[in-house]
């Protein structure tokens, strides 16, 4: 913490403020953040806060997060038709985004260099994925000698994680693998994690949505967290069944739309808890693999419960910061959803064969209709200031790579999405010129509020044209 004892007071007095905003139902084992009512304002707030300005209905925090996707895309099955600016039709694969495009910017030009081989020869997708947050070429080992850099992510969340009950949120939908030789003697520390809180010091993603869950409504240590999960499993109850008392009692202080809002949001969070519940009672397919109970075989549903508690945890403004990593980069998973049996890398080196082509394409496609589906759902979701979700939130939804059959790192599919709290003009096609892809971090940056960053990794700039 800052040594100095004024900006030590200040940060307690802005983390009182925020916390006193927010309402817990507490019980036995149970902590349930709840997202904000019009009806319960807080009883004291802090002169000049952002919080205070929450609070009032002035304003609603601003939420960012990073989903990615590996192998890059089809690039002429991506790029929109038409000339940058709001003129501009969606592209095939960028079709399922069509009912939230007014919220979407489809940014080229940017690029991810430091990926690029260099001196060090075949590894493309470790470093496309050891990079993409961070900028900084990353060192080429198999060993526990790793060196990438700082994400963007936790850069933010230095400044202003202390707001929130968790500084960051770290999900991923994909094995987790945190040595060996992943690609051509790339460490898989590169390949699995999108969060560094340092150069050296990858942050594990979180596979499993039964121990996400519990720890955005257990209560209690990691050990006792999984000790209540096997009491309520022992006696077959939800973790709403011992909120039951604390829910009454608030309920009674609501009004009428809010009242609406707090059922919603308990519905919300006991369906995903039996979703969570169904996923541990399959049978798992593959008993050796790396796959614990929770996980669900089906990876659509997989995609979805860790968005939906992504959602659930902005909504209740647990964090305000998020990394989800579909898959590793150079994933070879296959598509029995979409009837495709090859693995997803194998396909991306398709030496333009055009039916090879045809079948990535599917890919691409089954993947932008997993963002969409989170996108429509922050979109329908209302914030504290009455906007939806999705117009005070950034999301970044993309690949280190861009045409996996070259493995290059220029042009790279990116969009991005929300309204960044009014100080994005989304529903736009942003024809950038060459622009290393930090230069967009650093703005989104600056609409989180972080401050005094003036570079990160290769950046060389803000990126302005998405404003």
């Not at 009837?339 to 055009?354: K, M």
């Not at 599919?413 to 971090?441: H, S």
């Not at 650093?442 to 060389?460: C, F, N, Q, Y």
Request: with cysteine; charged share 20%; proline share 5%.
């Amino acid at each position: 913490m800052n040594s100095n004892p004024l900006a030590n007071r200040n940060l307690a007095a802005e983390r009182r403020a925020s916390f006193s905003r927010r309402h817990f139902l507490r019980g036995l084992g149970a902590c349930m953040a709840l997202p904000a009512f019009e009806s319960l304002q807080p009883l004291r707030l802090f002169g000049g806060s952002a919080d205070a300005a929450i609070a009032n209905g002035a304003a609603a925090p601003v939420r960012m997060a990073f989903l990615y996707v590996p192998n890059g895309t089809i690039p002429s099955a991506w790029w929109p038709e038409g000339e940058a600016g709001r003129n501009f039709e969606l592209s095939r694969t960028l079709q399922p985004l069509a009912s939230v495009r007014h919220q979407l910017q489809v940014i080229s030009g940017l690029e991810d260099l430091s990926a690029d081989p260099g001196p060090d020869g075949a590894g493309d997708h470790a470093r496309a994925g050891g990079t993409f947050l961070t900028g900084v070429r990353v060192k080429k080992t198999a060993g526990s000698d790793i060196h990438a850099g700082i994400s963007i992510d936790q850069v933010v969340a230095q400044q202003i994680g202390h707001l929130t009950r968790f500084p960051s949120l770290e999900l991923t939908c994909d094995s987790v693998r945190k040595a060996g030789n992943c690609d051509s003697g790339y460490s898989c520390a590169y390949s699995y994690n999108l969060a560094w809180r340092s150069a050296t010091q990858p942050l594990t993603p979180e596979p499993n949505p039964r121990l996400v869950f519990e720890r955005l409504f257990g209560f209690g240590s990691r050990a006792e967290r999984l000790q209540n999960l096997k009491s309520r499993q022992q006696e077959q109850h939800s973790i709403l069944d011992f909120v039951l008392e604390d829910a009454s009692n608030l309920e009674r202080k609501l009004n009428g739309r809010d009242r609406q809002k707090f059922d919603q949001y308990l519905s919300s969070v006991r369906e995903i808890e039996q979703r969570i519940e169904r996923a541990e009672q399959m049978p798992i397919i593959n008993p050796k693999a790396d796959s614990p109970a929770g996980i669900p075989p089906s990876y659509e549903e997989h995609i979805a419960l860790m968005l939906d508690m992504l959602l659930l945890a902005f909504q209740t403004d647990s964090t305000r910061i998020g990394t989800v990593l579909i898959a590793g980069e150079g994933s070879n998973r296959t598509f029995s959803e979409i009837g495709l049996s090859e693995g997803h890398h194998n396909l991306t080196h398709h030496r333009d064969n055009p039916e090879i082509i045809d079948k990535v394409k599917e890919i691409d496609l089954w993947y932008a209709k997993q963002f969409a589906r989170f996108l429509q759902k922050m979109e329908q979701t209302k914030d504290t200031d009455g906007q939806s979700l999705l117009q005070n939130s950034m999301i970044v939804y993309g690949s280190g790579n861009a045409d996996g059959n070259r493995h290059s790192h220029y042009n790279l599919p990116i969009a991005l999405a929300g309204g960044a709290g009014g100080a994005f003009k989304p529903g736009r096609y942003v024809k950038a010129k060459a622009t290393p892809l930090t230069n967009l971090f650093l703005s989104m940056a600056d609409r989180m509020g972080a401050k005094g960053i003036e570079k990160h990794g290769d950046s060389t700039g803000r990126l302005e044209d998405i404003c």
